[in-house]
């Protein structure tokens, strides 16, 4: 029975190290991710994001669904080059995981600069899904609506 005990024991320890090790892995690249989008790194945006990445914008509208991950590197290539420039940092980040797949909350605060030096500041809320393969945790769905 001791030996019974001592190994629930253990077992319930394990699962919440792993659990807060997933959380911290998954913070670790919501936090890339919003890195690249900053630095107007393209390839360290995509790569955090998988193929079948979709997303309801800021704006409204349709799910977005269309994009390959090629197009989405384009796009943001050709938003860098002609001079858009983000400044984004998130708030009360929330994670929530459930084995391979992670729920995040929180707020995106920040600004955008367009070309003719305007500049875009908003607070939007934000939820994104990530889910874990290959070891790696990459965004498959994000939700983002003004605040």
Excluded: C
Excluded at 87 to 101: A, C, D, F, P, S
Aim: no cysteine.
């Amino acid at each position: 029975m001791k030996a019974l005990t001592t190994l629930l024991v253990v077992g319930m320890f394990a699962t919440t190290v792993a659990i807060a090790d997933d959380v911290d892995d998954v913070k670790a690249a919501v936090q890339g991710l919003f890195a690249a989008v900053n630095a107007g790194d393209a390839d360290g945006r995509v790569s955090r994001r998988m193929a079948e990445y979709s997303n309801f914008g800021r704006g409204g509208g349709l799910l977005n669904t269309s994009n390959s991950p090629e197009e989405r590197r384009k796009a943001f290539q050709a938003s860098v080059a002609a001079g858009f420039k983000r400044n984004y940092q998130l708030r009360n980040l929330e994670v929530k995981v459930y084995g391979n797949t992670a729920v995040v909350t929180g707020y995106l605060v920040g600004s955008m600069t367009v070309p003719n030096g305007d500049v875009n500041r908003w607070t939007d809320r934000r939820t994104g899904v990530w889910v874990k393969q290959g070891g790696t945790w990459k965004e498959v769905h994000m939700h983002q609506s003004p605040n």
